[in-house]
């Protein structure tokens, strides 16, 4: 059985059963820093999962916002009229087109929700820089 939320097919009623997704489990399976991975879909918006250390780098989505969930540890984004500190349960959506830079000084996991079209970082392409297929496991 999935443990990404996708619905299964029980075989008997022809309704597709949903399955929750363990977030616990999903973050275990990253060990990468700085490095997505989907792990949900809702209509045009997928749902994904990072652990963070460190400094990323200045970027800007020019078409899309992006949303960044604190679920561990803090979360620093600094964006060019000043800064926002995130804690667990704590989330703040860049608008589209707002330069920014996230900064971890310890692990931290977060949940981002993007449009499907959002480029990791931008139109900026660095060694960190991850494609959507990367992202998706393909």
Known sequence: MPDDGRPVDDGHSGVAM???TD???QFAAVTA???PKVIGRVNDQYVKIARL???FVWHA?????EL???VR???RIQFED???ELGPGQFVVVPRGVRHNPVAAEECWVMLIETVTTQHTGEVVTSRTRSIAEQLGE
């Open 18 to 20: 949903l399955t929750p």
């Open 73 to 75: 540890g803090r979360l």
């Open 82 to 84: 000043g800064d926002v």
């Open 53 to 55: 250390r460190g400094e």
């Open 68 to 70: 960044f969930l604190v």
């Open 23 to 25: 977030i616990e489990s």
């Open 61 to 65: 989505h020019e078409a899309e916002d």
């Open 33 to 35: 820093y700085w490095s």
